[in-house]
């Protein structure tokens, strides 16, 4: 390599800082000759964004490593330093979960913050991302960091940043963190106690079974049918896996005190595995994931699967229907349960608040936003990500008090498998809602009925809603400038048809402006912080978007259509196609 890739590698190689054995794989990288690795290493620092670090575990300076973490560290600490010894002394809370490296980075973490004065309470073991969320709150600290890649392959590993609220960063901290991150230059300037030093000055602490306890308690308190769990309990089967994951630390413990006494763990997934080593991806999104909870299911008779993510906060089903056979439920359809299962049983209780808000992003199904409007609650959209539901939670609380909010949070959700029942919990939550997803289970039992039964009930009430996604995975350099063009070609050209569709608006996020495709008039303007997302809306009123990641190195296309649903098979095999033809033109179009 030569030029500014060259200099970086080399400055990597000369800094005294770096360990040798991390120089090392440096230089047989330059030995044998591979520079697209090398060029991947180095042609931008890890870019420590809004949520935080995430990326491929190695060295360089575009790869987690003691190095990037301890200098994100660093800028976090500068960021609570500046708010004052409060602050300071208040300190931060650290999660991690199962993945290569992962407590390693925790302990640099805590080091780092020791290193400046800031106590660091970390975990005694692996814990979910929603208990990292509710021990901020619970602790009264300062800040918060959960090290998880989330549902990302083994090799990836993250730093997840939380502020006091217990809700993943956003403005005005998010932008004051990155600028601190930027400014701590050289991997010298991170400052660091040596963990049995830090920890005989007070300034690491663990935190132990004591929280678990206290959230335990919380998740059960926000039971809502209590009775229909005791009557239940005994009889619902359940089957559970946490994909080798965090989830195992809680959730079959959450289960149990809500009173689901048959809960039935996958033993090949039950133990923490950074390497996922029974499945392809440890994502519930993808059915795969739960093939294993599935057959497990079929030979025990049970009549729901759950399975979580490597670090809690996503959680997939599996329901057995009326011909014995499983059903996977997708992210849009649990929320949508989810929503009305809430909605219906604070109105039947008297406690369906009169302020209160449902919250979802701008490319989650329709068909829970209309769920939540018809029990009277406001809708709110935000922008993808769940954090910026946890943000506007945030607001609630800001604009009121936190005994009495503005707007009363009743429910959370986004299509990709994440949910928030509860409001002690700022994030999306895979131990609280796989609680309440038995709950609802228990609830449609207690009729005779299954969760698929409810769903069709839901279809004939609201429409047939149905959804599609892609992503396109493209590493490296060339990748994300590949992106950059598809959104680029997509915004400047937009398509009049997609797949036999006929394009009608065009909503850029990036300017917050939705304009009509033939007239170019302005139809809508959002309230939103500019994101690089592009929606384009059908003459049918359904949806297709397009919306680069801001964690992995992937495109993402999302299709959204709603019809009648007089004749539901007939309504899901239209949809089907549709769907797929509008993905299918996508992904040419991209090639």
């Known amino acids: 390599m030569e030029g500014a890739l060259g200099a970086a ?18 230089r047989d990288l330059i030995a044998a000759g591979d520079d697209r690795e090398l060029v991947d290493r180095f042609f931008r620092h890890l870019e420590f964004g809004t949520g935080g670090l995430r990326g ?28 004052g010894d409060d602050a300071r002394h208040a300190g931060l809370a650290i999660a991690y979960d199962c993945r290569r490296q992962s407590d390693a980075f925790a302990v640099r973490t805590a080091e780092v913050m020791a290193g400046n004065g800031i106590t660091a309470y970390v975990f005694d073991a692996l814990r979910p991302t929603p208990e990292l969320s509710f021990a901020i709150r619970h602790l009264g600290c300062t800040a918060g960091v959960v090290i998880t890649a989330s549902h990302n392959p083994p090799q990836y590993n993250g730093f997840k940043a939380y502020w006091t609220d217990g809700g993943q960063i956003t403005p005005p901290h998010d932008q004051a963190i990155i600028e601190e991150v930027r ?15 830090a920890r005989a000055a007070g300034l690491i602490r663990t935190i132990g079974q004591e929280v678990d306890e206290a959230f335990l308690d919380a998740v059960q308190e926000s039971c809502l049918n209590p009775e229909v769990c005791r ?61 294993m909870g599935v057959e497990l299911a079929r030979r025990e008779s049970a ?25 996977l439920v997708s992210g849009n359809r649990i929320g949508a349960l989810l929503c009305h299962y809430i909605c219906e049983q604070r109105t039947r209780n008297n406690t369906f608040p009169a302020n209160g808000v449902v919250l979802s992003t701008v490319v989650s199904s329709d068909m829970m936003k209309e769920i939540g409007r018809s029990y009277g609650a406001t809708v709110v959209e935000t922008l993808t990500g769940f954090k910026w539901i946890g943000h ?31 409001r002690f919990v700022r994030d999306k939550d895979a131990v609280t809602s796989s609680a309440f997803i038995a709950e609802m289970a228990a609830q449609a039992a207690s009729q005779g009925r299954t969760l698929l039964d409810t769903l069709n009930d839901l279809f004939r009430k609201y429409g047939y809603y149905h959804e599609g996604a892609r992503s396109l995975v493209l590493p490296g350099k060339e990748g994300a400038d590949r992106i950059a063009a598809m959104m680029d070609q997509l915004r400047d050209d937009p398509p009049k048809e997609i797949g036999s569709e006929t394009v009608v608006a065009v909503a850029d996020l990036s300017t917050g402006v939705k304009k009509d495709l033939e007239t170019g008039t302005v139809l809508h303007r959002f309230e939103l912080p500019s994101s690089n997302v592009l929606i384009l809306q059908l003459s049918d009123g359904g949806k297709v978007v397009a919306r680069p990641s801001g964690t992995e190195p992937k495109i993402k296309f999302y299709v959204l259509l709603t019809g009648p649903a007089d004749n539901l098979a007939l309504a899901k095999t239209n949809a089907e196609a549709r769907v797929e033809r509008i993905l299918n033109d996508l992904i040419q179009r991209a090639d």
């Open 231 to 291: 009557q239940q309990g005994s009889k619902l089967k359940i089957v559970y896996t946490s994909l080798h994951g965090t989830g195992g630390q809680l959730i079959p413990q959450a289960l149990r005190r809500r009173g689901f006494e048959q809960v039935i763990e996958v033993p090949q997934q039950a133990a923490p595995d950074g390497e996922f080593s029974t499945v392809e991806s440890p994502n519930p999104e993808e059915g795969a994931a739960l093939k």
């Open 9 to 26: 590698a080399e400055a990597w190689l000369n800094d005294p800082v770096i360990a040798d054995r991390d120089k090392q794989e440096i």
């Open 56 to 83: 491929i575990i190695g060295a360089g300076l575009n790869r987690m490593n003691a190095y990037t973490v301890g200098a994100a560290a660093q800028g976090l600490a500068n960021y609570i330093a500046r708010q």
């Open 303 to 327: 009549d729901l699967v759950i399975g979580t993510d490597p670090d809690a906060d996503r959680v997939g089903i599996a329901v057995r229907g009326r011909d014995g056979e499983f059903e």
């Open 392 to 422: 506007q939670l945030h607001q609630y609380d800001l604009q009121g008090t936190r005994e009495a909010p503005s707007l009363e949070f009743v429910f959370g959700a986004e299509e990709s498998y994440g949910y928030l029942p509860v």
């Open 183 to 197: 400014k701590v230059g050289s991997f010298a300037n991170v400052r660091t106690v040596e963990q049995d030093e």
